[in-house]
Protein backbone atom coordinates (compact mmCIF):
# COMPACT_ATOMS: atom_id res chain seq x y z
CA UNK A 1 0.00 0.00 0.00
CA UNK A 2 1.47 3.42 -1.20
CA UNK A 3 0.61 6.31 1.20
CA UNK A 4 1.06 10.04 -0.16
CA UNK A 5 0.53 12.82 3.22
CA UNK A 6 0.12 16.33 2.95
CA UNK A 7 0.94 18.30 6.58
CA UNK A 8 -1.05 21.58 5.47
CA UNK A 9 0.17 23.55 8.98
CA UNK A 10 2.50 26.27 8.82
CA UNK A 11 3.96 25.29 11.81
CA UNK A 12 5.00 22.04 9.82
CA UNK A 13 6.13 18.89 12.15
CA UNK A 14 6.38 21.69 15.47
CA UNK A 15 2.50 22.07 15.32
CA UNK A 16 -1.09 21.11 16.81
CA UNK A 17 -1.95 18.83 13.93
CA UNK A 18 1.39 16.69 13.05
CA UNK A 19 0.66 15.17 16.79
CA UNK A 20 -2.19 13.32 15.42
CA UNK A 21 -1.08 12.94 11.70
CA UNK A 22 2.21 11.14 12.80
CA UNK A 23 0.99 8.74 15.25
CA UNK A 24 -1.75 7.77 12.64
CA UNK A 25 1.32 7.49 9.82
CA UNK A 26 3.14 5.02 12.00
CA UNK A 27 0.36 2.91 12.59
CA UNK A 28 0.27 2.58 9.02
CA UNK A 29 3.57 1.77 8.35
CA UNK A 30 3.34 -0.84 11.30
CA UNK A 31 0.92 -2.56 9.23
CA UNK A 32 3.23 -2.54 6.23
CA UNK A 33 2.49 0.99 4.49
CA UNK A 34 4.93 2.50 2.41
CA UNK A 35 4.43 6.57 3.59
CA UNK A 36 5.54 9.79 2.18
CA UNK A 37 4.82 12.53 3.81
CA UNK A 38 5.12 16.21 2.23
CA UNK A 39 4.28 19.77 3.81
CA UNK A 40 2.84 22.23 1.97
CA UNK A 41 4.87 24.93 2.86
CA UNK A 42 7.95 23.49 1.74
CA UNK A 43 6.19 22.96 -1.94
CA UNK A 44 6.47 25.69 -4.64
CA UNK A 45 2.98 25.05 -6.31
CA UNK A 46 0.74 28.18 -8.05
CA UNK A 47 -2.58 28.64 -8.04
CA UNK A 48 -5.01 26.80 -10.72
CA UNK A 49 -5.39 29.24 -13.96
CA UNK A 50 -8.85 27.68 -14.65
CA UNK A 51 -8.11 27.89 -18.15
CA UNK A 52 -8.33 23.68 -18.44
CA UNK A 53 -5.93 22.78 -21.04
CA UNK A 54 -5.41 19.95 -18.44
CA UNK A 55 -8.30 18.23 -19.65
CA UNK A 56 -8.60 19.64 -23.13
CA UNK A 57 -5.00 20.38 -24.86
CA UNK A 58 -3.16 18.43 -22.62
CA UNK A 59 -5.01 15.61 -21.15
CA UNK A 60 -3.82 14.75 -17.49
CA UNK A 61 -1.20 17.58 -17.66
CA UNK A 62 -0.77 20.99 -16.11
CA UNK A 63 1.04 23.85 -18.42
CA UNK A 64 2.29 25.24 -15.31
CA UNK A 65 5.62 23.75 -14.53
CA UNK A 66 5.88 23.40 -10.55
CA UNK A 67 6.37 21.08 -7.95
CA UNK A 68 2.49 19.60 -8.66
CA UNK A 69 3.86 18.13 -11.28
CA UNK A 70 6.03 15.50 -8.75
CA UNK A 71 3.03 15.59 -6.44
CA UNK A 72 0.32 14.73 -9.40
CA UNK A 73 3.13 11.16 -10.23
CA UNK A 74 2.98 10.35 -6.49
CA UNK A 75 -0.70 10.75 -6.10
CA UNK A 76 -1.22 8.92 -9.47
CA UNK A 77 0.26 5.54 -7.98
CA UNK A 78 -1.27 6.50 -4.46
CA UNK A 79 -3.33 3.90 -2.69
CA UNK A 80 -4.49 6.25 0.31
CA UNK A 81 -4.14 10.13 0.08
CA UNK A 82 -4.18 11.80 3.71
CA UNK A 83 -4.82 15.79 3.88
CA UNK A 84 -3.94 16.79 7.65
CA UNK A 85 -5.25 20.47 7.79
CA UNK A 86 -5.41 22.90 11.15
CA UNK A 87 -8.95 23.99 10.91
CA UNK A 88 -8.36 27.84 9.93
CA UNK A 89 -12.34 30.14 9.48
CA UNK A 90 -13.97 26.79 9.09
CA UNK A 91 -12.01 25.26 6.25
CA UNK A 92 -8.87 24.15 5.37
CA UNK A 93 -5.36 25.96 5.34
CA UNK A 94 -4.89 27.87 1.62
CA UNK A 95 -2.00 25.63 0.83
CA UNK A 96 -3.80 22.37 1.30
CA UNK A 97 -6.93 24.09 -1.13
CA UNK A 98 -4.57 25.36 -3.85
CA UNK A 99 -2.67 21.83 -3.70
CA UNK A 100 -6.45 20.53 -4.50
CA UNK A 101 -7.27 23.05 -6.78
CA UNK A 102 -4.63 21.66 -8.79
CA UNK A 103 -5.51 18.31 -8.84
CA UNK A 104 -7.76 18.73 -11.51
CA UNK A 105 -5.58 16.76 -14.20
CA UNK A 106 -6.31 13.47 -12.30
CA UNK A 107 -10.00 13.54 -13.26
CA UNK A 108 -11.75 13.25 -16.81
CA UNK A 109 -13.86 16.39 -18.03
CA UNK A 110 -17.20 14.37 -18.40
CA UNK A 111 -19.82 13.49 -16.07
CA UNK A 112 -20.72 10.16 -14.20
CA UNK A 113 -23.50 10.46 -12.18
CA UNK A 114 -22.22 8.90 -8.77
CA UNK A 115 -24.86 8.66 -5.66
CA UNK A 116 -26.96 11.09 -7.36
CA UNK A 117 -24.49 14.04 -7.62
CA UNK A 118 -22.42 14.21 -10.55
CA UNK A 119 -18.78 13.57 -10.31
CA UNK A 120 -15.56 13.92 -12.88
CA UNK A 121 -14.21 10.36 -13.58
CA UNK A 122 -10.50 9.55 -12.38
CA UNK A 123 -8.26 8.80 -15.49
CA UNK A 124 -7.09 5.37 -16.21
CA UNK A 125 -3.77 5.97 -14.99
CA UNK A 126 -4.95 6.88 -11.63
CA UNK A 127 -5.91 4.80 -9.27
CA UNK A 128 -8.83 6.39 -7.28
CA UNK A 129 -7.62 6.36 -3.90
CA UNK A 130 -9.14 6.45 -0.34
CA UNK A 131 -8.61 10.01 1.08
CA UNK A 132 -8.13 10.45 4.96
CA UNK A 133 -8.88 14.17 6.75
CA UNK A 134 -6.47 14.65 9.92
CA UNK A 135 -7.77 18.12 11.50
CA UNK A 136 -6.88 20.01 14.73
CA UNK A 137 -8.97 23.26 15.75
CA UNK A 138 -8.65 25.61 18.78
CA UNK A 139 -12.62 25.24 19.23
CA UNK A 140 -13.71 22.83 22.32
CA UNK A 141 -16.55 21.38 20.40
CA UNK A 142 -16.31 18.68 17.34
CA UNK A 143 -18.91 20.15 15.25
CA UNK A 144 -16.72 23.04 14.34
CA UNK A 145 -15.35 20.60 11.73
CA UNK A 146 -18.35 20.07 10.16
CA UNK A 147 -17.97 22.12 7.25
CA UNK A 148 -14.92 21.29 6.02
CA UNK A 149 -15.75 17.33 6.97
CA UNK A 150 -18.61 17.66 4.53
CA UNK A 151 -16.40 19.52 1.88
CA UNK A 152 -14.20 16.74 2.19
CA UNK A 153 -16.88 13.93 1.80
CA UNK A 154 -18.12 16.01 -1.14
CA UNK A 155 -14.94 16.13 -2.96
CA UNK A 156 -14.33 12.62 -2.45
CA UNK A 157 -17.62 10.80 -2.24
CA UNK A 158 -17.13 7.01 -1.32
CA UNK A 159 -13.29 7.20 -1.79
CA UNK A 160 -13.47 9.47 1.88
CA UNK A 161 -12.27 7.30 4.31
CA UNK A 162 -12.96 8.91 7.15
CA UNK A 163 -11.48 11.98 9.76
CA UNK A 164 -9.42 12.03 12.26
CA UNK A 165 -10.55 15.35 13.96
CA UNK A 166 -8.90 16.78 17.67
CA UNK A 167 -10.82 19.63 18.94
CA UNK A 168 -9.17 21.43 21.13
CA UNK A 169 -6.06 20.87 20.22
CA UNK A 170 -4.04 23.41 21.65
CA UNK A 171 -5.05 22.11 25.06
CA UNK A 172 -3.83 18.43 23.79
CA UNK A 173 -0.54 19.46 23.28
CA UNK A 174 -0.29 21.50 26.67
CA UNK A 175 -1.49 18.29 28.41
CA UNK A 176 0.95 16.17 26.64
CA UNK A 177 4.07 18.33 27.96
CA UNK A 178 2.61 17.99 31.65
CA UNK A 179 2.94 14.23 30.96
CA UNK A 180 -1.27 14.21 31.50
CA UNK A 181 -3.07 10.70 30.85
CA UNK A 182 -3.77 11.73 27.35
CA UNK A 183 -1.81 8.93 25.85
CA UNK A 184 -4.87 6.85 24.70
CA UNK A 185 -5.63 9.78 22.03
CA UNK A 186 -2.43 8.90 20.75
CA UNK A 187 -2.87 5.31 20.41
CA UNK A 188 -5.83 5.64 18.62
CA UNK A 189 -4.26 7.54 16.16
CA UNK A 190 -1.85 5.09 15.47
CA UNK A 191 -4.64 2.42 15.50
CA UNK A 192 -6.27 4.02 12.87
CA UNK A 193 -3.37 3.79 11.01
CA UNK A 194 -2.90 0.32 11.56
CA UNK A 195 -6.53 -0.33 10.73
CA UNK A 196 -6.90 1.36 8.07
CA UNK A 197 -4.46 -0.25 6.20
CA UNK A 198 -4.72 -3.55 7.72
CA UNK A 199 -8.36 -3.57 6.94
CA UNK A 200 -9.33 -0.79 4.39
CA UNK A 201 -11.42 1.01 7.17
CA UNK A 202 -11.27 2.96 10.32
CA UNK A 203 -13.44 1.66 12.85
CA UNK A 204 -15.74 4.85 14.37
CA UNK A 205 -14.80 3.71 18.16
CA UNK A 206 -11.54 4.54 17.14
CA UNK A 207 -12.29 7.72 15.56
CA UNK A 208 -14.20 8.65 18.88
CA UNK A 209 -11.11 7.79 20.94
CA UNK A 210 -9.17 10.45 18.90
CA UNK A 211 -11.73 13.47 19.07
CA UNK A 212 -12.81 12.48 22.81
CA UNK A 213 -12.88 15.21 25.64
CA UNK A 214 -10.48 16.32 27.25
CA UNK A 215 -11.64 18.59 29.78
CA UNK A 216 -14.92 20.62 30.30
CA UNK A 217 -16.12 23.47 27.83
CA UNK A 218 -16.57 25.77 30.49
CA UNK A 219 -13.35 25.45 32.01
CA UNK A 220 -11.27 25.12 29.09
CA UNK A 221 -13.10 28.43 27.70
CA UNK A 222 -12.30 29.96 31.00
CA UNK A 223 -8.56 28.69 30.16
CA UNK A 224 -7.99 29.84 27.17
CA UNK A 225 -9.59 33.72 27.51
CA UNK A 226 -7.31 33.69 30.71
CA UNK A 227 -4.34 33.12 28.58
CA UNK A 228 -5.01 35.87 25.63
CA UNK A 229 -6.18 38.40 28.48
CA UNK A 230 -2.48 37.85 29.86
CA UNK A 231 -0.49 38.26 26.23
CA UNK A 232 -2.62 41.24 25.64
CA UNK A 233 -2.05 43.24 28.88
CA UNK A 234 1.58 41.88 28.31
CA UNK A 235 2.03 43.82 25.10
CA UNK A 236 -0.25 46.73 26.56
CA UNK A 237 2.52 47.25 29.36
CA UNK A 238 5.32 46.94 27.21
CA UNK A 239 3.84 49.67 25.05
CA UNK A 240 2.97 52.01 27.61
CA UNK A 241 6.94 51.37 28.91
CA UNK A 242 8.32 52.23 25.55
Not at 34 to 48: A, D, G, H, M, Q
Not at 69 to 95: D, H, Q
Not at 134 to 162: I, R, Y
Not at 165 to 189: I, K, S
Request: glycine letters at 8%; one cysteine or more; aromatic letters at 8%.
Amino acid sequence: MKVIAFNASPKMGKGNTALILEPFLNGMREAGAEVELFYTKELNIKPCQGELNCWLETPGRCFQHDDMEMVLEKLRSANVIVMATPLFTWGMSGPLKNLLDRTIPMVEPFFDVSTGHCRHPWRQETQAPQVVLVSNCGFWELDNFTPLVKQMEGMFDDHFAGALLRPHGPLFAVMLQMGAPVQDVLEAAREAGRELAQDGRMSQNTLNAVSRELMPKEEYVSRVNRHFHGKVDGLEEKAAKA
